[in-house]
Structure formats: structure tokens, C-alpha cells
């Protein structure tokens, strides 16, 4: 019966996620446009990366926009997780905000951030998009925006933080800012770090926001490295040399985290409560 209900998830795993892995593999060995039968051609696939201009401009976007945009997006969902956390007059405010982002399309990111600027009484009509300085933090903003997942596992540990420990910390004197930083922050660091990790890889992995408002425009300013490899792919046929950016970007994505998990004892208390 195990093996009769694990079926669809088994044959779902090996032939629509490891087979086209293993082929990808082979392509990125090949000279294939899709159009005609894959050419072995060895690593000249990866060779091109060296002398390649936007496959580094690419990946110097993406860097930029996971290490800005991971940081902001789990900075505010704690923020607002602790919001949340108590029952306030603002408690309704944030849990609509928190799906705004599924109502305010990217299409209309510059008029948005032009009114809010407004409100504040700063008159702007800037095209935010049009500019290669600023056109990168449209992206970043609308993705912070969209902190949900984590501000919902920051809730959950902050509710399980035992009251007695606060408690004790008054007795104590210990005011808002060090109850924070030596009981609220090191009981958070596991799920801090979890967030951090798939955050980080989903940063790399953005791919929606750039394609849909930017395609990497202006001046390549916003080509984030998976658009890229979707351009290579499937608008220029090169869809060899895509899949090999595709090899490259795991052995990135496979990189960072294992720096992550090196690094995870010196920082992530799992002493428990």
C-alpha cells in the first residue's frame, strides 16, 4: 500500500525532475539548438562562459540582487511577524498587506512607487524601470514585498518562545532591546537560518519579476542570470550553452549553501528552550 500511494510522487521525481536533469547534463556537453540533433562537443559550452560579457554581467545582477533583496525580505518579515504577534489596532493592517502583492501587479510598479512617494510629499514622476541605477531595486522591493512564507515560520517560533523567560528577564531589568537581541533573536537563529537558505535560493533563482516587467532591461541592468539562461534557451536557440549556465548555477546554488552549513555552529543556537 506504502508503494501503491508514493507512486505518483516516485515517477514524478524520476521522469519529470532526474531525467531531464541527466539529459540537461549531456546538453551542456553539446552543440544543440533544438532544431536539430545535439553535437558532442565537449566543454567548449563552458569555455564560452570565460569570454562571455553577459553571462558575468548576469551573474553579478543576481549576486547583487539575492545578497540585497534575501537580508531586506527577512529583515521585514520579522518585523512584521513580531507586529503580529500581539493583538493591535494595526494586526488587520499588516495581514492585508500581506497579500497586496498578489493584487498589485509588477506592470504598475513605477505609478506605485511614485504615489507613495507623493503621500509622503515628495512630488515624483521618475520612470524608476527606465533608469539602469534604480531599475534593479523595482525588483528588489516587489520581492521583499512578498515576505509571507517567512514572516508565517518566524510567527510560529515566536510563539513558542516560553513567557517565562521574558518574565524572568524583567525580574531581572532587562529592558525591550536586550530581551530582543539575548532571548528573542538566539531562540530565532534556527529559523533564521532555514529562511536564509531557501530565501538564498530561491534569490538565485528569481526568474518572474525580471522577466515579466524588465527582461533584463535597461542596458542589462536587471538580467538576472536564470533569464539569461532562458534567453540562451529558447529565444537564440543556443539551448546547449543554456543548459550548461543551468549546471553552473546549481554548482553556485550547491556552493553557497554548503558555505551555510559550515558556518551554522558558529552562529545558530539549537540548545533549545
Not at 549531456?26 to 540533433?37: A, H, Q, R, V
Not at 492585508?96 to 498578489?102: D, E, K, R
Amino acid at each position: 500500500a506504502g508503494y501503491v500511494f508514493t507512486a505518483p510522487l516516485i515517477f514524478g521525481f524520476l521522469f519529470f525532475l532526474l531525467v531531464p536533469m541527466i539529459i540537461s547534463m549531456y546538453y551542456s556537453f553539446c552543440d544543440y539548438n533544438i532544431l536539430s540533433p545535439a553535437k558532442f562537443s565537449g566543454l567548449a559550452n563552458y569555455k564560452k562562459m570565460i569570454t562571455d560579457d553577459t553571462f558575468w554581467l548576469s551573474l553579478k545582477v543576481t549576486f547583487y540582487f539575492a545578497f540585497v533583496s534575501v537580508p531586506l525580505k527577512l529583515i521585514f518579515a520579522l518585523f512584521v511577524a513580531m507586529l503580529l504577534l500581539k493583538n493591535s489596532k494595526l494586526s488587520g493592517f499588516y495581514r492585508a498587506a500581506y497579500y497586496l502583492p498578489s493584487v498589485i501587479g509588477g506592470s504598475v510598479a513605477d505609478g506605485v512607487i511614485n504615489r507613495l512617494l507623493q503621500a509622503v510629499g515628495i512630488p515624483c514622476e521618475k520612470s524608476w524601470l527606465g533608469d539602469t541605477k534604480t531599475a534593479i531595486w523595482v525588483l528588489i522591493f516587489l520581492v521583499v514585498w512578498q515576505f509571507g512564507s517567512s514572516m508565517l515560520i518566524f510567527l510560529s517560533a515566536l510563539k513558542q518562545i516560553p513567557a517565562s523567560l521574558y518574565e524572568a528577564a524583567d525580574i531581572d531589568g532587562a529592558g525591550k532591546t536586550d530581551r530582543f537581541f539575548r532571548i528573542t533573536l538566539p531562540l530565532l537563529t534556527p529559523n533564521i537560518f532555514f529562511n536564509l537558505v531557501m530565501q538564498l535560493i530561491n534569490g538565485f533563482l528569481a526568474f518572474s519579476q525580471c522577466y515579466i516587467i524588465t527582461q533584463g532591461k535597461p542596458m542589462n541592468s536587471t538580467l538576472l542570470y536564470t533569464v539569461y539562461m532562458y534567453q540562451q534557451s529558447f529565444e537564440y536557440y543556443n539551448t546547449g550553452y543554456g543548459a550548461a549556465l543551468a549546471w553552473v548555477m546549481l554548482i553556485i546554488i550547491g556552493t553557497m549553501t554548503a558555505v551555510l552549513f559550515a558556518t551554522k555552529k558558529f552562529w545558530v543556537y539549537e540548545g533549545g528552550f
